[in-house]
T-cell receptor, first 108, second 114 residues
Framework: EDKVVQSPLSLVVHEGDTVTLNCSYE??????LLWYKQEKKAPTFLFML????IEKKSGRLSSILDKKELFSILNITATQTGDSAVYLC????????FGQGTRLTINP | ETGVTQTPRHLVMGMTNKKSLKCEQH?????MYWYKQSAKKPLELMFV???????ENNSVPSRFSPECPNSSHLFLHLHTLQPEDSALYLC?????????????FGPGTRLTVT
């Protein structure tokens, strides 16, 4: 059965800190790994990763995929209170499977 | 705004009621999805439609009945629900049903079954 596990489930840090969120997976016929940010309702797309070792970057956020070890990390540097959200990892194999999410809280 | 709208945003219904959730996408996509998000559980895929045809039904109870009259509109008809069906119901769309394709989510309908 396809499985996506995110860690930690919850993280509280101070503004300005750097955080690393983890996503490990076991899926059949891997096609892509996606990161979403969910603040109140709708998840919004952050990154799609399909190739190992190539970092995707958007401002203070970056992500990389390791297809050999079957995981991805999402880094956020110089965190701000607006980064507080649930971060979802989803892996596309036979179907798109979501992890439980990491609830990130940034305290001022 | 992601180009996917859902109505209503909040719904409270009794177990004997019949109601419908509506989703509309303005992105010209060919695939639409219903997801259920319960507290402390991963997003659960319920139904997938591709070009108005249902292509996936993930063992969802028959009290949930989807309808896709065209590629821009998706409905979820609800009847005789249970309290454990209370959740956030999210609609999404994508260019096609490939799992390597980004999905755009609507704001969701927060459903409470009393």
């Amino acid at each position: 059965e396809d499985k996506v596990v995110q860690s930690p489930l919850s993280l509280v840090v101070h503004e300005g800190d750097t955080v690393t969120l983890n996503c490990s997976y076991e899926v059949t016929n891997f096609r892509s790994l996606l990161w979403y940010k969910q603040e109140k309702k709708a998840p919004t797309f952050l990154f799609m990763l399909t190739s190992s070792g190539i970092e995707k970057k958007s401002g203070r956020l970056s992500s990389i995929l390791d297809k050999k070890e079957l995981f991805s990390i999402l880094n956020i540097t110089a965190t701000q209170t607006g980064d507080s959200a649930v971060y979802l990892c989803a892996v596309g194999g036979q179907k798109l499977v979501f992890g439980q999410g990491t609830r990130l809280t940034i305290n001022p | 705004e992601t180009g996917v709208t859902q109505t209503p945003r909040h719904l409270v219904m009794g177990m004997t009621n019949k109601k419908s959730l509506k989703c509309e996408q303005h992105l010209g996509h060919n695939a639409m999805y219903w997801y259920k998000q319960s507290a402390k559980k991963p997003l659960e895929l319920m139904f997938v439609y591709s070009l108005e045809e249902r292509v996936e039904n993930n063992s969802v109870p028959s009290r949930f009945s989807p309808e896709c009259p065209n590629s821009s509109h998706l409905f979820l008809h609800l009847h005789t629900l249970q309290p454990e069906d209370s959740a956030l119901y999210l609609c999404a769309s994508s260019q096609n049903t490939g799992t390597g394709v980004e999905q755009y989510f609507g704001p969701g309908t927060r459903l409470t079954v009393t």
